[in-house]
């Protein structure tokens, strides 16, 4: 008796060790689900509720580099300097021009005048848009540095739509190509190569207008003003100069009253008949009060009075 009712307490021992064992096991598997599915909770006490797709989709985002199109300028500068040789300036500017690979393209030069006594130069250059500014440096270390100023302008629109302009005008220009040799009557031939010729023309100015565009993007332009310092102990002109001068002054006088002279030749010739006549007519005149005045006539006692 004691040894049959020992067996089955036994087993069902087992078998509640067993069930609760189960039940421990599914427990911690949907514990470990739900901490799966589960809202995250951000380190500001937010609930984030994001799908595993979306989460992913965010941190590819977060990955990516925004990719900006780098703005097209056309860059125009300006630069003023008090130098003390113009002369020398210039040779320098030319170098300068030499190393930062450009073009002189403009050249002004003002030699001093009794209303402006000072040197002045203007120069036009265009350097590589990557090199402006250490050309500027550069021209600021020649001289005394007035003023300067940079201006620029994007026309980044103005390019894509050439751009897409000529890509629609090269479509065009194929179809018409392909019409053309389709195209049986003379008529229908002409008439479609005027249409293509009236495509190919506008192609033709947008390239070229795209083209000046990317140029003035790629070189900028620097406007050099260069005027000569005036120092206080030059205030009068060497003696050269003055002797220069009185001469000019002396020899264009000379030349005006010479050609005054010739003036008034003239005028008296075209005038020489009113002028014979004229004196023809006090000369009369004169003669014939002469002859009809009075004579005094003298007695003998008078003489003897006398």
Known sequence: MYASTKLPRTSALFMSALLGGLIFTSCASSDRSTNQSAPQVAANGAVNQLPANESRMSQKAEVAPITRSRPQLIKKAAISLTVNSVDKTVDAVSQIINQQQGDLIGLNQQQPKSDNPRYTATIQLRIPENRLEPTLEELAKLGTVESRNITAEDVG???????????????????LQKIMDRAGSVRDVLSVAQELSNVRQTIEQINAQLKSLQNQVAYSTITLNLEAAVSSTSSQPALGLQVQETWNNSTHSLSTFSVG??????????????????????YGFSRWQRNHSPRLTQTPESTRSE
């Open 261 to 282: 002279l010739l003036k008034l030749g003239i005028w008296l010739i075209v005038y020489s008949p009113y002028l014979l006549i004229l004196v023809a007519l006090v």
């Open 157 to 175: 629109d103005r390019l894509v739509d050439f751009q897409a302009r000529l890509t629609n005008l090269q479509k065009t220009e194929a179809n």
